[in-house]
Nanobody, 128 residues
Framework: QVRLVESGGGSVQAGGSLRLSCATSGYTYSRACMGWFRQAPGKEREGVAAVDTTSGATATYYADSVKGRFTISQDNAKNTMYLQMNSLKPEDTAMYYC???????????????????RGQGTQVTVSS
Protein backbone atom coordinates (compact mmCIF):
# COMPACT_ATOMS: atom_id res chain seq x y z
CA GLN A 1 0.00 0.00 0.00
CA VAL A 2 1.40 3.35 -1.06
CA ARG A 3 1.83 5.84 1.76
CA LEU A 4 2.96 9.45 1.53
CA VAL A 5 3.31 11.50 4.71
CA GLU A 6 4.19 15.18 4.57
CA SER A 7 5.74 17.26 7.33
CA GLY A 8 7.57 20.55 7.81
CA GLY A 9 4.87 23.07 7.09
CA GLY A 10 4.30 26.09 9.27
CA SER A 11 4.02 29.85 9.43
CA VAL A 12 6.84 32.15 8.36
CA GLN A 13 7.31 35.75 7.37
CA ALA A 14 7.94 36.76 3.79
CA GLY A 15 11.56 36.13 2.86
CA GLY A 16 11.83 33.16 5.19
CA SER A 17 12.48 29.50 4.47
CA LEU A 18 10.88 26.14 5.14
CA ARG A 19 11.79 22.59 4.23
CA LEU A 20 9.01 20.15 3.57
CA SER A 21 9.55 16.41 3.85
CA CYS A 22 7.63 13.51 2.38
CA ALA A 23 8.18 10.08 3.89
CA THR A 24 7.23 7.38 1.42
CA SER A 25 6.55 3.65 1.47
CA GLY A 26 4.81 0.97 -0.53
CA TYR A 27 6.46 1.30 -3.93
CA THR A 28 9.84 1.35 -5.70
CA TYR A 29 10.95 4.75 -4.53
CA SER A 30 14.17 5.00 -6.51
CA ARG A 31 12.40 4.59 -9.86
CA ALA A 32 9.42 6.90 -9.74
CA CYS A 33 8.13 10.29 -10.70
CA MET A 34 7.24 12.32 -7.66
CA GLY A 35 6.44 15.88 -6.92
CA TRP A 36 4.91 18.59 -4.83
CA PHE A 37 1.60 20.24 -5.54
CA ARG A 38 -0.18 23.02 -3.71
CA GLN A 39 -3.65 24.43 -3.44
CA ALA A 40 -4.75 27.68 -1.87
CA PRO A 41 -8.36 28.35 -0.86
CA GLY A 42 -10.43 29.31 -3.89
CA LYS A 43 -7.63 28.50 -6.32
CA GLU A 44 -6.86 25.58 -8.58
CA ARG A 45 -4.28 23.01 -7.63
CA GLU A 46 -0.81 23.90 -8.94
CA GLY A 47 2.18 21.75 -9.65
CA VAL A 48 5.17 23.13 -7.75
CA ALA A 49 8.05 20.80 -8.56
CA ALA A 50 8.78 17.26 -9.69
CA VAL A 51 11.67 14.83 -9.72
CA ASP A 52 11.84 12.01 -12.25
CA THR A 53 14.06 8.98 -11.64
CA THR A 54 12.07 6.51 -13.74
CA SER A 55 14.91 6.10 -16.23
CA GLY A 56 17.64 5.83 -13.64
CA ALA A 57 18.85 9.37 -14.28
CA THR A 58 17.38 12.31 -12.38
CA ALA A 59 15.45 15.17 -13.94
CA THR A 60 13.73 17.99 -12.08
CA TYR A 61 10.96 20.31 -13.13
CA TYR A 62 9.63 23.49 -11.52
CA ALA A 63 6.72 25.83 -11.90
CA ASP A 64 7.84 29.21 -13.20
CA SER A 65 6.52 30.82 -10.02
CA VAL A 66 9.04 28.98 -7.83
CA LYS A 67 12.10 28.62 -10.07
CA GLY A 68 15.22 29.86 -8.34
CA ARG A 69 13.54 29.80 -4.91
CA PHE A 70 12.48 26.18 -4.38
CA THR A 71 14.57 23.02 -4.69
CA ILE A 72 13.24 19.47 -4.86
CA SER A 73 15.46 16.60 -3.76
CA GLN A 74 15.43 13.01 -2.58
CA ASP A 75 17.24 10.87 -0.04
CA ASN A 76 16.97 7.33 -1.38
CA ALA A 77 18.41 5.83 1.79
CA LYS A 78 15.54 7.33 3.77
CA ASN A 79 12.84 7.00 1.09
CA THR A 80 12.16 10.67 1.65
CA MET A 81 11.58 13.57 -0.70
CA TYR A 82 12.15 17.19 0.23
CA LEU A 83 11.14 20.63 -0.92
CA GLN A 84 13.45 23.40 0.22
CA MET A 85 11.58 26.67 -0.02
CA ASN A 86 13.53 29.92 0.20
CA SER A 87 12.54 33.56 -0.25
CA LEU A 88 8.96 32.69 0.54
CA LYS A 89 6.22 35.05 -0.55
CA PRO A 90 2.65 35.49 0.71
CA GLU A 91 1.42 34.01 -2.56
CA ASP A 92 3.16 30.75 -1.64
CA THR A 93 0.58 30.26 1.11
CA ALA A 94 -1.24 26.99 0.44
CA MET A 95 -1.68 23.38 1.43
CA TYR A 96 1.27 21.48 0.01
CA TYR A 97 0.89 17.88 -1.08
CA CYS A 98 3.46 15.23 -1.80
CA UNK A 99 2.42 13.17 -4.80
CA UNK A 100 3.17 10.32 -7.12
CA UNK A 101 2.98 11.42 -10.74
CA UNK A 102 1.90 9.22 -13.63
CA UNK A 103 5.22 8.19 -15.22
CA UNK A 104 3.69 8.54 -18.69
CA UNK A 105 3.22 12.25 -17.99
CA UNK A 106 6.51 12.86 -16.28
CA UNK A 107 8.22 15.27 -18.62
CA UNK A 108 8.82 18.99 -18.64
CA UNK A 109 5.59 19.80 -20.44
CA UNK A 110 3.02 17.64 -18.65
CA UNK A 111 4.20 16.65 -15.17
CA UNK A 112 1.96 19.19 -13.47
CA UNK A 113 -1.12 17.45 -14.93
CA UNK A 114 -0.09 13.95 -13.92
CA UNK A 115 -0.92 13.73 -10.22
CA UNK A 116 -1.87 10.12 -9.52
CA UNK A 117 -1.79 9.80 -5.73
CA ARG A 118 -1.15 12.29 -2.96
CA GLY A 119 -0.69 12.54 0.76
CA GLN A 120 -2.79 14.45 3.26
CA GLY A 121 -0.84 17.66 2.93
CA THR A 122 0.96 20.15 5.14
CA GLN A 123 -0.02 23.80 5.49
CA VAL A 124 2.38 26.60 4.60
CA THR A 125 1.44 30.13 5.57
CA VAL A 126 3.58 33.12 4.61
CA SER A 127 2.78 36.49 6.15
CA SER A 128 3.81 39.84 4.75
Amino acid sequence: QVRLVESGGGSVQAGGSLRLSCATSGYTYSRACMGWFRQAPGKEREGVAAVDTTSGATATYYADSVKGRFTISQDNAKNTMYLQMNSLKPEDTAMYYCALINPAMCDGGTWYRGLAYRGQGTQVTVSS
